[in-house]
């Protein structure tokens, strides 16, 4: 795993949910304000660090950073995810893409997005949506912009963020909470069950399509609904799962 704070630490939610199954590594960017100056500070060295994730023994590649890889648009987070493979020769995703993947696993269409950035990185991200063929009926930020305050971002402010996101919401299909420094596991069974819908969570859907490259289903017994997907069932909202 690629993550923006320096450290390189691996997620927690990522051995969390699949930790029996899976070994993580993580290289840091060194990433410390979610700005576009921010991120084309640290972007160029994504190809480095995939090979040196190689030489460690990785089976695959991912970009643990939603901002990081759709400020510059769905063509290149495409071009990220070939520069990971060209430079590890392995597979490799991104966190945009992951979570692109999960809103189609879960059917949905139209969403209602919450996130810590600033207004400058929220018009990026709406875009990103758009141009993916997605319809943003409400979005809704918190205007942080340093990397050691999306981290301290409690379970409490976590869940008063999506519930503000979801006030005067009439119909959506899903609520995103975009930014992988977001520690969603805990509120995202709530959320569900709170507005009947399914969360997908930068976080979340990171891991789950991480574990994806090296052959696993990505279900998982937390998480929320999305870990609980199986091809023949429907999401039923009444219980928060695949059914």
Not at 194 to 221: D, T
Request: charged letters at 20%; hydrophobic letters at 45%.
């Amino acid at each position: 795993m690629i993550v923006p704070p320096a450290a390189g630490e691996v997620p927690p939610e990522a051995p969390g949910l699949y930790g029996d199954r899976v070994d993580f590594v993580a290289a840091g960017l060194g990433l410390w304000k979610l700005t576009p100056e921010g991120y084309n500070g640290v972007i160029q060295r994504v190809g480095k660090l995939s090979r040196e994730l190689a030489s460690e023994g990785a089976q695959a590649v991912s970009l643990m950073g939603t901002s990081l890889s759709f400020y510059r648009g769905p063509e290149y987070n495409t071009r990220l995810i070939e520069i990971m493979r060209a430079e590890s020769g392995l597979p490799a995703t991104t966190m945009s893409t992951s979570v692109l993947d999960a809103l189609a696993m879960v059917g949905a269409k139209r969403l209602v997005v919450a996130t810590p950035y600033v207004a400058s990185v929220n018009r990026l991200l709406a875009d990103f949506l758009v141009a993916s063929e997605l319809e943003v009926t409400r979005l809704h930020g918190s205007e942080i912009e340093r990397v050691e305050d999306i981290l301290a971002v409690s379970q409490e402010e976590l869940l008063r963020l999506g519930r503000d996101a979801m006030q005067g919401v009439e119909s959506a299909d899903a609520l995103l909470i975009s930014c992988g420094g977001l520690r969603t596991e805990e509120v995202t069974r709530k959320l569900e069950v709170e507005f009947g819908i399914p969360v997908i969570s930068s976080a979340l859907a990171g891991a789950w399509g991480a574990v994806r490259l090296v052959g696993l289903s990505g279900q998982a017994r937390a998480g929320g609904c999305l870990f609980s997907w199986d091809s023949s069932n429907k999401y039923n909202k009444n219980i928060g799962r695949f059914t």
